[in-house]
Structure formats: C-alpha cells, structure tokens
C-alpha cells in the first residue's frame, strides 16, 4: 500500500503522495479507514470515511493486544494538523498507562450524575 498523506488544501500536480480529503469518495460498504502516513505524527491515524459520507478522525491503539479506535473529531470541523496534535495527545495518555475511551465514559458518568442539589426526593 502506498504511503498517503491526508491533506485539506489543494494537491499539487504531480504530488502522489497526497490525497485531498474533500476528494474522498462515500463507500459502498458501512465504512473504510484511511491510514495518515504523516510521519511521526499520524501514528495509528486514520480518517474513517462512512456510507453516509460522514468523516471522523479516528486514532487505532491495542491495549493488551486488542485492537480499540477513539473518534478524536470530524472532518472538516478538525483538520488533519489538529487531528494529528490531538492525537498525539491521546498517544501520551496511553504511554501513562490510561485508556483514553475508559477516561471519556467515566467523565460522561460523572456528568451525568446528579449532584446533591438537583436531586428530587419524593
């Protein structure tokens, strides 16, 4: 496979490369990942491309050897040099030994939990 650099802005003639995010086409099949070649910083990057049309920066990671993908934001309202910083981000969480999806659900919990004030006691 080729080497890709995902890119916003336009490709110049003759650069091979790179391929334009705008250019990329809605599967056929429920959704396709494409892997960001950009060196260091799109380790485990990829831009996943959804039957809908619906594209979502996703970064691939294996804790104890299971393949896992956090969704770090959608294309276009993330580019591919804000993905990569956020990435990179959660790559140094997981060096901490911290599951960056664990992280977010327990935060969705704690958010969700009434604080002692709003609750109603009948």
């Not at 890709?4 to 110049?12: H, K, Q």
């Not at 619906?54 to 299971?66: D, F, I, M, N, Q």
């Not at 309202?77 to 997981?94: H, N």
Request: aromatic residues 6%; charged residues 35%.
């Amino acid at each position: 496979m080729p080497k890709t650099v995902l890119t916003d802005s336009p490709i110049r003639k003759g650069d091979t490369e790179k391929t334009r995010i705008k250019d990329i086409q809605s599967p056929n099949v429920s959704a396709v990942l494409y892997r960001d070649s950009h060196e260091e910083a799109g380790k485990g990057l990829y831009l996943k491309v959804e039957k809908s049309g619906t594209k979502s920066w996703v970064l691939a990671y294996y804790p104890g050897g299971k393949r896992r993908l956090r969704t770090i934001g959608r294309w276009p309202k993330m580019g591919p040099a804000a993905a990569r910083i956020e990435a990179g981000k959660v790559r140094d969480a997981i060096t901490n030994n911290k599951d960056p999806i664990e992280q977010r659900e327990a935060g969705v919990r704690a958010r969700r939990q009434p604080s002692r004030k709003q609750r109603r006691h009948f």
